[in-house]
């Protein structure tokens, strides 16, 4: 018996270590060099280091670009759960409920974008955009809409909404097909049951569907805010730059101008712990207000 | 021959400092040499031709190359780490002269420099423009004389009659006939990259309305100086090419190449950009094409146009391995015959005067009659930038140029906005 305990401790010590060391070389190093790092002084490009104590972070309070870059995430992150979960939801109900013919054929036109690089998308966006030879401008001109044509990219007004398609655009497919493999599970027999009780299909899709379906959708939420805040730097940096004036800098872009065109990579990491910070807590917020009785009929 | 003449120069600069273990007894430079390169619009044949001729004339010198259009990003950790390569051309995203320098990455060449000859004239004499100085201190030698201008269509202003500017006067009202005649906006820049426009358009203006001095003050943010009239005059000509609707309204979400491929597919007219274009967009260009170069016509008539070169040095790093071999390499690379072929190589002009590219039929014409125009001082003024502007002080500015450009603040708010921006970088040195 004991023989056999310490198997099993040694069997989970095997597996275990290979995976903590990796996680430790991965994830835990850099997060504490981070902040390390964020206590000085650091062009980034030299050996020269200086200790400044919590600097950056009084630097960090006083900067009036930080609250821009925080409301632009957020702006970026309510426009994205809101935009790809209604049309993921719509589409993976359509797909699933609705006896469409070509339904394969769609799951994978929604699909498609979610292999493609992000780097491609934000090129190819980039060219839709384009004021004067782009697809958006064309089309609004082609329809007698002269007037709403517009320098979407390069007006301070326009260029953070314009990001918000080409995200949206992007993320559908994947949460679609996360929402599809739900509702399968849903048993058709709930369905059944509501038919018989009367149940239209708008009922039975709130009162069947949804609660049924919400663990998916929880998740797919805290996803799309996670690699929001995390990641939306990437589609930023290819479409504006953080430009025009500063006018859709996320806290990611404003990390990598600090520390690689301003080589300020102190002030830069400084950022980086409060985007770790700002994750945490909203998604900690969101676990919160999103906690929900499993449903089960 | 020259090169021979700059090789034994070299050798004998390298044996009198005495102290120098890389130098073999017979007077040859040896042992392992590393070149970092950043490959952009200029391309790399010039630097691969002067390698293999390097390493003919030092056979036991071993090179290796870092070159590429990311190698600033690739070797950031060499230098980090202070392992750096011996020697760096210093250009392209990433890199910043003025940063290496106040990080004390380069190595101080004011001494060694006093003793360099380009075909037997002293190094010294022979720059169009003069280093870098860093409180009197050089750290880099300029290679490039990168000269941001404004490019145009000749073929098409011919058959136009589009009048090419000579001053603000005649770029305005050219601006006004393209609009009229096109039906585009005339004027385009990059606002992914501002500096573009600061350093093409601005710079030249200030140079014309201050000379020297208003460059020096702006670039190192002297107190007053974007608050100053000259400064503010220049950016109510912004203002007024803006208010005319000569700004292509869509730039702020160009990137450079993208702005160049507008001008090239006639959605613009004008684009201030460095030597580099052709080159660069050589693929793209469509066939009746031709490239027509004038420094930035941003001074008032009957004034010369104003030129601000951008340089684009090569250092060796105060940590090289081989300083020796290094030496010798950027002594071997400044003679009259690799500036020609740079020209020839690249479209643009390596900064030693005397070089003839007149009768060079492997140069384009805009290069020769560019070369032609920057070498007479009755067409071109030439002034001279300290050194770069630090990116702390030009990303600030550039932002409010942006806005500037957009029509979304007035030159007056401009400038007390560029005044604040230079306070808090004088605050923070």
């Known amino acids: ?297 | 021959m020259l090169i021979l003449g700059v090789g034994c120069s070299s050798e004998e600069e390298a044996s009198s400092d005495g102290d120098n273990s890389e130098i073999a007894n017979d007077g040859k430079v040896n042992g392992e040499l590393e070149i970092q390169y950043f490959v952009g619009g200029y391309g790399d044949s010039w630097w691969k031709e002067v390698i293999a001729d390097f390493k003919e004339k030092y056979p036991d010198v071993t090179i290796t190359e870092h070159a590429g259009p990311n190698i600033n990003e690739e070797m950031r950790s060499r230098w980090v780490s202070g392992d750096p390569p011996d020697v760096v051309y210093i250009d392209g995203a990433g890199s910043s002269e003025t940063q290496m320098v106040e990080d004390g990455q380069l190595m101080n060449l004011t001494d060694w420099v006093k003793d360099v000859e380009v075909d037997g004239t002293p190094i010294t004499e022979s720059f169009i423009v003069d280093p870098a100085k860093y409180d009197g201190e050089i750290y880099s030698l300029p290679l490039v004389f990168d000269t941001w201008g404004t490019w145009y269509d000749e073929t098409w202003f011919e058959a136009e009659g589009y009048e090419v500017p000579t001053d603000f006067e005649s770029f305005m009202s050219t601006m006004g006939d393209i609009q009229e005649g096109e039906d585009i906006a005339p004027f385009v820049t990059t606002g992914q990259h501002p500096y573009y426009f600061l350093r093409g358009m601005l710079y030249p203006a200030f140079g014309a309305a201050g000379g020297d001095q208003l460059l020096e003050d702006v670039i190192t943010g002297k107190e007053g100086a974007w608050t100053s009239e000259p400064v503010l005059e220049v950016m109510k000509k912004v203002e007024q090419m803006q208010k005319e609707g000569y700004i292509d309204k869509g730039f702020g979400a160009l990137n450079h190449t993208q702005s160049q491929m507008n001008f090239l597919l006639h959605k613009n007219a004008f684009i201030p950009v460095g030597f580099w274009l052709p080159n660069e967009m050589e693929k793209d260009k469509p066939e009746d094409f031709t490239y027509g170069f004038i420094p930035s016509p941003m001074q008032d008539a009957g004034e010369p146009f104003a030129v601000v070169p951008d340089l684009r040095p090569l250092a060796i790093a105060e940590e090289a391995d081989n300083p020796e071999a290094a030496k010798a390499f950027v002594d071997f690379v400044f003679t009259k015959e690799y500036a020609t072929l740079f020209s020839e190589h690249t479209g643009a002009i390596m900064n030693i005067n005397g070089v003839d590219l007149s009768q060079n039929e492997n140069v384009p014409d805009y290069l020769i009659e560019a070369n032609a125009m920057i070498n007479d001082p009755e067409q071109v003024q030439i002034y001279q930038k300290p050194h770069p502007m630090s990116a702390e002080l030009e990303t600030p500015i550039s932002n409010a140029l942006v806005s500037l450009m957009l029509g979304n603040i007035t030159a007056e708010e401009f400038t007390q906005q560029a005044e604040e921006a230079a306070a808090e970088y004088r605050n923070s040195k």
């Open chain 1, 1 to 297: 018996m004991v023989q056999s305990k310490k198997q099993k401790y040694l069997f989970l010590a095997f597996c275990l270590i290979p995976t903590f060391i990796m996680f430790s070389i991965f994830t835990l190093y850099p997060l504490f060099s981070g902040l390390y790092y964020s206590f000085f002084e650091w062009s980034g490009s030299s050996e020269n280091k200086e200790f400044i104590g919590i600097s950056n972070y009084i630097q960090l309070f006083n900067d009036e670009i930080i609250p821009m870059t925080i409301l632009h995430d957020y702006f970026l992150v309510a426009a994205k759960v809101l935009g790809i979960m209604v049309l993921a939801l719509f589409f993976a109900v359509a797909l699933t409920q609705l006896k469409i013919k070509e339904a394969p054929f769609y799951r994978i036109v929604f699909f498609f974008p979610n292999i493609m690089s992000v780097v491609v998308i934000g090129i190819l966006w980039t060219f839709i955009y384009n004021p004067s030879l782009g697809l958006v401008n064309s089309g609004l001109q082609f329809m007698g809409l002269e007037d709403w044509t517009r320098p979407w990219l390069g007006s301070e007004k326009w260029a953070l909404p314009s990001l918000v398609l080409p995200s949206i655009w992007a993320g559908i497919g994947l949460f679609m097909l996360m929402l599809m493999g739900g509702i399968a599970n849903v048993s058709k027999s709930y369905y059944e049951a509501a038919e018989i009780d009367g149940a239209n299909e708008w009922q039975q899709f709130w009162k069947v569907t949804l609660p049924l379906v919400w663990p998916q959708i929880k998740i797919s939420i805290l996803y799309i805010v996670i690699t929001t805040l995390n990641g939306s730097f990437i589609i930023v940096q290819i479409m504006t730059g953080g430009g025009p004036n500063n006018s859709t800098h996320v806290m990611g872009s404003y990390l990598y101008e600090q520390a690689f065109v301003q080589y300020n990579f102190g002030y830069g990491a400084t950022i980086g712990v409060m985007i770790l910070i700002l994750s945490l807590v909203t998604v900690l917020i969101l676990q919160f207000f999103m906690r929900r009785e499993r449903v089960e009929y």
